[in-house]
C-alpha cells in the first residue's frame, strides 16, 4: 500500500470540503474512468459500455474540476471505477454507498480500500484476469440491484 493511512485526514478532508458536497438524490451512479492514463484494461470500451447500459455517467476526471468532482462524487447513488487517482473522489461518498474498484491482475494497492473503510462504504474489488471476463462486475450490479438487462 502507498502511504500511510491516517484517519485525521480523512476526517479533516470532509469537514473542510463538506460544504461542497451534495446529498445523494436522483443522482446517476458513476463510473470513474482513466482515458489517457496507464494500466487500462485492454477492454475499456466494453467495461465502459456496460456500465452505461446500466445507467451510470462516465467520468473522467481529469475534465472536472474538483469542485466538480466532489458534487458528483457526493451524489451518486453508486461509484464504480478503474484503480487509480480519481478513487480519491470515494472521501466525498455518503455512507453505505456501493463502490467497485476494478484491477488490473499486475497491480495491486489497497489505498482506496481504507478511504472506502474510512467512510462506511460498501466497497468491493475485482481483479481483472488476462482475458477480462464481464461476469463479476455484472455479478456486483446485481447484487447492488442496478439494472443490468441491458448486456448479453
Same mark, same amino acid.
Given at each position: 500500500m *502507498?502511504?500511510? #493511512?491516517? %484517519?485525521?485526514? #480523512?476526517? #479533516?478532508?470532509? +469537514?473542510? $470540503?463538506?460544504?461542497?458536497?451534495?446529498? *445523494?438524490?436522483?443522482?446517476? %451512479?458513476? $463510473?470513474?474512468?482513466?482515458?489517457?492514463?496507464?494500466?487500462? %484494461?485492454?477492454?475499456?470500451? +466494453?467495461? +465502459?459500455?456496460? $456500465? *452505461?447500459?446500466?445507467? $451510470?455517467?462516465?467520468?473522467?476526471?481529469?475534465?472536472?474540476?474538483v469542485r466538480e468532482q466532489i458534487h458528483l462524487a457526493s451524489a451518486a447513488p453508486a461509484i464504480a471505477g478503474l484503480h487509480g487517482a480519481a478513487m480519491t473522489n470515494l472521501l466525498w461518498a455518503q455512507p453505505g454507498t456501493p463502490v467497485l474498484e476494478i484491477f488490473q491482475c499486475d497491480y495491486l494497492n489497497g489505498c482506496y480500500e481504507q478511504i472506502a473503510f474510512q467512510g462506511g462504504l460498501d466497497y468491493t474489488a475485482i481483479v481483472l484476469e488476462e482475458q477480462p471476463q464481464m461476469t463479476n462486475i455484472l455479478n456486483w450490479l446485481n447484487v447492488h440491484h442496478i439494472s443490468s438487462t441491458a448486456y448479453p
Open positions: *502507498t502511504g500511510v #493511512w491516517n %484517519p485525521f485526514g #480523512w476526517n #479533516w478532508l470532509r +469537514e473542510k $470540503f463538506d460544504h461542497f458536497r451534495q446529498p *445523494t438524490a436522483n443522482a446517476n %451512479p458513476i $463510473f470513474l474512468t482513466r482515458r489517457g492514463a496507464t494500466r487500462i %484494461p485492454k477492454n475499456i470500451a +466494453e467495461i +465502459e459500455s456496460l $456500465f *452505461t447500459q446500466n445507467g $451510470f455517467d462516465i467520468i473522467d476526471c481529469g475534465k472536472h474540476t
